[in-house]
């Protein structure tokens, strides 16, 4: 498995912006898709968005498509989400996963195989 840290959270009044980061370690970074994930409080885990290994596949949830935008450098095991326009609706806590296989649901949280702990994204009105 990967160890995953997030960092980049906060508050932000509606309308602005935030960049989460997410650095990995523990094997090769390079080998495995990356997803975003948030939960807000009483909800399930939900998909933000994910890139794959080299990142030629990228995927959004259509709530935040044209809003948010996730890459990754390899070169310094990171991947991050840079969100833009924020709502209200966009608090929650945000999750990075790692997952190393090949064949899988890249909307399903099941199908990532490591998590970070989560940083806090709160949007006020």
């Known amino acids: 498995q990967v160890q995953l840290v997030e960092s980049g959270g906060g508050l932000v009044q509606a309308g602005g912006s935030l960049r989460l980061s997410c650095v990995a370690s523990?094997?090769?970074?390079?080998?495995?898709?990356m997803g975003w994930f948030r939960q807000a409080p009483g909800k399930e885990r939900e998909f933000v968005a994910a890139?794959?290994?080299?990142?030629?596949?990228?995927f959004y949830a259509d709530s935040v498509k044209g809003r948010f935008t996730v890459s990754r450098d390899n070169a310094k095991n990171t991947v991050s989400l840079q969100m833009n326009s924020l709502k209200p609706e966009d608090t929650a806590v945000y999750y990075c996963?790692?997952?190393?296989?090949?064949?899988?649901?890249?909307?399903?949280?099941?199908?990532?195989?490591?998590w970070g702990q989560g940083t806090q994204v709160t949007v006020s009105s």
């Open positions: 890139i794959s290994r080299i990142g030629g596949g990228i």
């Open positions: 523990g094997r090769t970074f390079s080998t495995g898709d």
């Open positions: 996963a790692a997952t190393d296989r090949r064949y899988y649901n890249v909307y399903d949280p099941l199908s990532y195989d490591s």
